[in-house]
T-cell receptor
Framework: AQSVTQPDIHITVSEGASLELRCNYS??????LFWYVQSPGQGLQLLLK??????LVQGIKGFEAEFKRSQSSFNLRKPSVHWSDAAEYFC??????????FGAGTRLTVKP | GAGVSQTPSNKVTEKGKYVELRCDPI?????LYWYRQSLGQGPEFLIY????????DSGLPNDRFFAVRPEGSVSTLKIQRTERGDSAVYLC?????????????FGPGTRLTVL
């Protein structure tokens, strides 16, 4: 069965600092991997996805993620965080876009 | 263009009552998904439709939950005999088609509170 672990419940970074949010997955085959962001009062928005090919994936809002099969990880990164990036971030895994399993999320706080 | 809309945005009901939650997908999207998000958790898959038919309802927790999509557009999630444990945010998403790589677009959710 597929599952996702986001080890960090809450992370605080200073504005302008770099960010890395961790995601580890369990899946029996080549997974489809996703990162979503959820801002208060907003719907979930897709930041990026990995299906195949280049393991470094670029997304919207300056985010990127790297698929590391050997570590079963798909960590999200951003070189310089903006105050507007404060939100909840969810990693998801699935065989396709139907059957996604989400992690519990990481809440990001940005200090001025 | 319009995104996925959900009504109502908030619903407060009493234990044992029946509720209906509505989802309007993006026009032209054939796939529609329902998720439940409890406090401090990620979205949990409930059911998805391809057209009018429920292609996978394996996430529905029990037979008190039911969803329909009679004309292949709007969907209604129905919960009978509500329990306090049903309190959560119910999310709807739609995509062009299911089973591939099309992005799911999420609505803002309906917050259900069962007193």
């Amino acid at each position: 069965a597929q599952s996702v672990t986001q080890p960090d419940i809450h992370i605080t970074v200073s504005e302008g600092a770099s960010l890395e949010l961790r995601c580890n997955y369990s899946y029996g085959a080549t997974p489809y991997l996703f990162w979503y962001v959820q801002s208060p009062g907003q719907g979930l928005q897709l930041l990026l996805k990995y299906f195949s090919g280049d393991t470094l994936v670029q997304g919207i809002k300056g985010f990127e993620a790297e698929f590391k099969r050997s570590q079963s990880s798909f960590n999200l990164r951003k070189p310089s965080v903006h105050w507007s990036d404060a939100a909840e971030y969810f990693c998801a895994v699935g065989p396709n876009n139907n059957d996604m399993r989400f992690g519990a999320g990481t809440r990001l706080t940005v200090k001025p | 263009g319009a995104g996925v809309s959900q009504t109502p945005s908030n619903k407060v009901t009493e234990k044992g009552k029946y509720v209906e939650l509505r989802c309007d997908p993006i026009s032209g999207h054939t796939a529609l998904y329902w998720y439940r998000q409890s406090l401090g958790q990620g979205p949990e898959f409930l059911i998805y439709f391809q057209g009018t038919g429920a292609a996978d309802d394996s996430g529905l927790p029990n037979d008190r939950f039911f969803a329909v999509r009679p004309e292949g557009s709007v969907s209604t999630l129905k919960i009978q005999r509500t329990e306090r444990g049903d309190s959560a945010v119910y999310l709807c998403a739609s995509s062009l088609a299911a089973g591939g790589t099309d992005e799911q677009f999420f609505g803002p959710g309906t917050r259900l509170t069962v007193l």
